[in-house]
């Protein structure tokens, strides 16, 4: 039979054994804590770094599509603005790196015990929030450097097409192969020749479109003046175009 010394014993051994296991399981709980949010915070890393690659690939979509349309205001500040975003996206998933990098250390410690596992825990939520934060961030320049680079692209597509570059002026070398005289002329309009002895620059008693080229007139008209089709113009087709 149970004295009542024997029970008195017992129970004091019970409450001895409780109440040095309840700060145990304290701070088991505390260590799991803050290891959840370790886990947690690099999770939110990770998302925040794929973030930040989507929005620096946007603006380099608003960059191409602003090379492409060099005359496009609205491409231009599009693209500007895409990589501000994705420069904003960088940073915030670098922050959330850090932050998920402290959660892990003040988890280890807790479970070492270099660090008051509550202390630790605190600091792990902590940095949790801030990756979770600074990942949220990330996500809002992302979607942003693509509503840019979506603008640029839309910008480049909508802008004019360039103003088609003048024709160059006949080279006085050109020019040259042409004489313009009031004296007796081979071919006459009004008081002006063309100087058939001039074009022809083989001597060969013909003109060809190469010969010709210097007179802008003469090459637009050539097939006209050529009126039995041989590609050369003789001084009398020649003469007959004038007339």
């Known amino acids: 039979m149970m004295t009542h010394r024997t029970a008195t014993l017992l129970s004091i051994a019970v409450l001895a054994t409780l109440g040095l296991s309840t700060p145990s399981f304290a701070q088991e709980q505390a260590q799991q804590e803050a290891q959840r949010d370790a886990q947690d915070a690099t999770e939110e890393a990770k998302k925040a770094t794929a973030k930040a690659l989507a929005a620096e690939e946007a603006a380099r979509t608003a ?4 090379a492409i349309s060099p005359t496009s205001g609205a491409a231009a500040v599009n693209a500007a603005i895409a990589g501000q975003q994705a420069d904003q996206a960088a940073t915030s998933a670098s922050v959330a790196a850090g932050a998920a990098a402290t959660a892990t250390m003040a988890s280890d410690d807790a479970a070492i015990g ?3 596992t509550k202390v630790a825990s605190d600091v792990a939520g902590q940095a949790a929030d801030t990756a979770e934060a600074a990942s949220d961030m990330a996500g809002e320049a992302a979607a942003g450097a ?16 360039p103003a088609p570059k003048p024709m160059p002026a006949p080279s006085a ?3 040259a192969r042409v004489s313009f005289t009031s004296s007796a002329p081979d071919s006459v309009v009004g008081e002006y020749r063309i100087d058939f002895a001039a074009l022809d620059a083989n001597k060969n008693g013909s003109l060809t479109r190469g010969e ?7 090459t637009s008209e050539f097939r006209a003046a050529d009126s039995n089709r041989n590609g050369s113009l003789s001084q009398d087709e020649l003469q007959g175009w004038i007339d």
């Open 114 to 116: 270099s660090m008051q």
């Open 63 to 66: 960059a191409s599509a602003s």
């Open 146 to 161: 693509q509503a840019a680079a979506q603008g640029a692209v839309n910008a480049a597509i909508a802008a004019p097409d």
């Open 212 to 218: 010709v080229k210097g007179n802008m007139t003469l």
């Open 173 to 175: 070398q050109a020019e």
